[in-house]
């Protein structure tokens, strides 16, 4: 139960605010649409990409250590974070 509740704040503290938040925020703004509507389509979408994820997952995990997965991921990061700060207009 402990590495569901990990898993659990980990992904939804990485959702917040991220652009499929603010997508999905966008679309409830229109009131051509339903509320339900727009609920379940989003989270069919990210539950279709997390099935994506953890398959892709996965099969990379089968080919590629996770802790050399963890080194990509945490470099790929870092990569995008120095690109937004030399890119940023202060």
Known sequence: MKTLLLIFVSVFLAELGDKTQLATLLFATDH????TS?????????V?????AVVGGD???????????????????I????WMLVHARV
Do not use: N
């Open 32 to 35: 051509s649409l339903s509320r």
């Open 38 to 46: 727009v609920f379940v389509a989003a989270a069919a979408a990210l």
């Open 48 to 52: 279709l990409s997390t099935l994506l």
């Open 59 to 77: 099969l990379l995990g089968r080919v590629i250590s996770p802790s050399a997965l963890q080194v990509v991921a945490a470099l790929g990061f």
């Open 79 to 82: 990569a995008i974070g120095v």
